[in-house]
């Protein structure tokens, strides 16, 4: 039976989740279409609810915590139906023994509902009976005796139902059981628990369904059937379904009947075979429709897939009861891992294999025996919780002297009526051991990896980084080999002595590990610099500590720092220009703030490319515009025009097949490599589409560089690229002029009787100003504050 769930704050059938997860159920079977088929048969319709409870040896439970029935056990079952009930009911409590032997006459007991002295049926579980079936029959004449010949005529189709209603109620308490998890944490949670819950509940699950929207809580798994009770179907066997499975799911296999414990059966397979089964008894008078029991709040709600009928043939609602069986207890695999930390708080007890742990009532009274360092037992209770795949431990008032350090504690308790002994832990303490570290160095200006070992992982608590009188976190994980893995962090500390402090659950005082932090050795990796110039650059790690390098009798000091990933690169600037000095590897020094000298090998690059800008032109990209606009001053590139331009290679620098002209635009950082033309070694030619090239935002200051090979030339600034509108039309009056056009919001103002500013973000097509003095308007663009382009006013405009 399902835990007790609380119900939604509507009725059961007007609930839209409850009625999705009637739609998943139905759903739920691993043969192809057979959703489509079966969505008419969800059990979505609320029905009558049932009161049960069982005594066995002196002892009494709802039935939801009952698994199973035994010989002898007494039954109480009491209708529980509304005040205002207009149908009166017959109830029948029917004993079945097997599929081929008919019941006895007396196995079948029978009550008037609506009559408050007869309202429950008190009957005690005959011997050698292996199933229950509580019918609802309506009270017409000879249906009690229609009920008594069908169940005796061909008991094996009351069997079959009673064992695949119980089925489908199991499958139904993972479901539930999953969905009430997810429905009772926030949207952004369901990424983090659904993987955790799919597995203790056994249900595959489809991710994608989940994670992939705005509340993974709700429509797309109950609608698309985004999760499968992992099953062997009606028409597959168990070998067929576990094809190609985890080895985790063939373990969970083995609590399926076939393996000890459990159901494991595709929900929509039975109710197909319900209604084939049940079908077969319809007559002139009767009908009888499978009632799918779900507890809640104490009761057995009753669900149907099927609208009872109250005319000819009336429905009778069959209800089953848990098998008549001797208990078999679940089998639960705790997970492998290192001895747990009893003293931990929210301690989980991982365990895998039976489902039905988590999704029903079954166990009760579960707690955590675990012998203390003294000698006696110590009993805490645990609950289990499919969230996080195990049972959480209540363990507030843990004593110090719990456990010892090899303690062995075990899960008990009860298992419906039945005694229950479960898996075995490790558990050991804080004081077992004492942490050391591994011998790494502490460096400063980084963060530190450490790993200390010796000690408990799962009792640390929290790990921090003492100098001085400040503390702060360290970020750790705990390694499978009984490790700690700490990211000390010591970016900003400056070199001298720290401690690192371990503090453990149930240990007053942390642990305190003195230590030594250290400055970290510049490592030198190159140093280069062209000839003729009078800037290199030094490249490593801890170039801070650099003072100054020599090479060649010149002295170069730091200038501007800067890294490039995990690569510092320090700039630093001639004192004096570099003679004699060929291009190749020389030796050279450098000096530490500490006094220490490294030598290194400087490599000097052959001379820089030196080139120049000749002369450059415009030339209009595309057909014109209907209104073309002119920027008159020089400098500035019109994002519709086409630059070509022309470079001189000074000095020793010649032109080759394979350079490039390298154009950044400042503004945006944006660029882009344009292929040369050569006229000779002396002098190439480059062509700039500035939206192929750069793209539609790039916009304000160029610039330009000569690459060759590896080497490039310095930037040089090269012209000012503007966006300008695109307009399709200049009307004017004596007083007014209208100018229409896409982009207008590039325009800053239009200067012609007066400034007329264009407000930020403008998106009309249109912009209205007075009409100047003059024949033109001047529109100032706002990329740059002295682009302005000229447009002409019509010639047939009046005149003022």
């Given amino acids: 039976m399902a835990k007790t769930i609380k119900p939604a704050p509507v009725p059961l059938a007007s609930s839209p989740l409850r009625a999705a997860l009637a739609l998943l159920l139905a759903g739920l079977l691993l043969l192809p279409g057979a959703a489509t088929r079966a969505a008419s048969n969800a059990f979505d319709l609320a029905g009558p609810a049932l009161r049960i409870s069982v005594t066995h040896d002196g002892l009494t439970l709802p039935l939801s915590q009952v698994p199973n029935l035994s010989a002898g056990d007494r039954l109480r079952v009491v209708a529980d139906l509304p005040a205002d009930q207009g149908a009166h009911y017959r109830m029948v409590l029917a004993f079945l023994r097997g599929a081929t032997n008919p019941p006895p006459k007396n196995w ?4 008037r509902t609506w009559k408050p002295k007869e309202a429950a049926i008190d009957a005690r579980v005959p011997e050698n009976a292996q199933q229950a079936i509580v019918f609802l029959v309506p009270d017409t004449g000879g249906a009690f005796d229609a009920v008594v010949k069908a169940v005796r005529d061909q008991p094996g189709a009351f069997v079959r139902a009673s064992q695949e209603l119980n089925q489908a109620m199991l499958d139904r308490t993972r479901l539930e059981t999953f969905l009430d998890a997810i429905r009772r944490h926030p949207p952004t949670d369901a990424a983090r628990l659904s993987p955790r819950l799919a597995e203790s509940l056994a249900i595959k699950l489809d991710a994608g ?35 190609g499975a985890p080895a985790n799911i063939a373990l969970q296999l083995s609590a399926t009947p076939q393996g000890g414990f459990g159901y494991y059966s595709a929900y929509i397979g039975v109710v197909r075979d319900l209604a084939q089964m049940l079908g077969a008894f319809q007559s002139a008078q009767l009908r009888f429709i499978p009632a799918l029991g779900v507890p809640r709040e104490g009761r057995i709600e009753l669900l149907l897939n099927t609208a009872p009928s109250f005319s000819r043939p009336q429905s009778v609602l069959v209800a089953a009861l848990p098998n008549v069986a001797p208990p078999t207890l679940p089998v639960l695999t705790p997970a492998a ?39 006696r037992m110590l009993d805490l209770p645990v609950t289990p919780d499919p969230a996080q795949g195990g049972f959480v431990v209540s363990n507030a008032n843990v004593p110090a002297d719990a456990p010892g350090a090899e303690a062995e504690g075990r899960i008990q308790g009860f298992w419906g009526f039945q005694p229950f002994d479960g898996p075995r832990f490790r558990f050991t303490n804080a004081a077992t051991g004492s942490w050391r570290p591994d011998g790494t160095t502490l460096v400063v200006g980084r963060e530190t990896p450490l790993v200390l070992s010796g000690g ?37 500390i400056a070199p001298g002595k720290v401690a690192i402090l371990i503090r453990s659950h149930g240990v007053e005082q942390p642990q305190r590990l003195e230590m030594r932090a250290y400055a970290e050795v510049s490592r030198l990796a190159g140093f280069t610099v062209h000839v003729g110039d009078r800037s290199a650059v030094l490249t490593g790690t801890r170039l801070d500590q650099v003072t100054s390098v020599a090479l060649g009798g010149v002295t170069f000091r730091p200038e501007t720092l800067g890294r490039d990933g995990a690569v510092d690169r320090l700039v ?49 990209l595309g057909p014109a515009p209907a209104v073309p606009l002119a920027i008159a001053a020089q400098g500035f590139l019109p994002q519709d025009h086409r630059l070509t331009f022309s470079l001189r290679a000074e000095g020793p620098t010649r032109f080759t097949p394979g350079d490039r002209v390298e154009i950044e635009a400042t503004a945006t950082r944006i660029v882009a490599r344009l292929p040369v033309q050569l006229q000779d070694a002396h002098i190439a030619i480059a062509s700039l589409d500035p939206v192929a090239a750069l793209g539609e935002a790039a916009h304000g ?48 103002s239009i200067a012609g009787r007066g400034d007329v500013p264009i407000p930020d973000g403008f998106t009309g097509t249109s912009i209205t100003v007075p009409r100047p003095d003059g024949e033109t308007l001047a ?16 010639a047939d405009a009046p005149s003022m």
């Fill in 108 to 111: 079948l007991i029978e009550t």
């Fill in 209 to 243: 369904c989940l994670l992939g929207q705005a509340d993974p809580r709700a429509a797309c798994l109950t609608q698309d059937g985004g999760a499968t009770v992992l099953a062997d179907s009606q028409t597959s066997s168990i070998a067929q379904t576990l094809a």
């Fill in 337 to 375: 891992g290192p001895r747990l930390c009893l003293a931990a708080p929210k301690l989980v007890l991982p365990v895998s294999g039976a489902p039905l742990v988590f999704s029903t009532d079954y166990p009760r009274a579960m707690t955590l025996r675990v012998p203390t360092a003294t000698g």
């Fill in 456 to 492: 408990v992982p799962s009792c640390v608590a929290e790990i921090w980084l003492e100098r001085d009188t400040t503390r702060r976190a360290v970020d750790w994980s705990a390694g499978a080999d009984g490790t700690l893995s700490l990211k000390v962090p010591l970016a900003d």
């Fill in 572 to 620: 630093m600037r001639a004192d004096g220009d570099l003679v004699a000095i060929s291009p190749g590897t020389h030796p050279a020094r450098a000096l530490l703030n500490d006094g220490r000298g490294v030598k290194l090998a400087a490599t000097v690059a052959p001379p820089r490319p030196d080139v120049s800008l000749v002369s450059q032109s415009l030339a209009r």
């Fill in 701 to 748: 200051p160029l610039r330009f560089r000569l690459i060759q090979g590896e080497a490039a030339s310095d930037w040089q600034p090269l012209t000012t690229l503007v966006r300008v509108p695109r307009l399709t039309g200049v009307t004017c009056t004596q007083a007014a002029c209208v100018i229409g056009g896409t982009g207008l919001f590039l325009v800053r």
């Fill in 779 to 794: 529109l100032h663009l706002r990329d740059s504050p002295g682009a302005i382009a000229a447009v002409t006013l019509p």
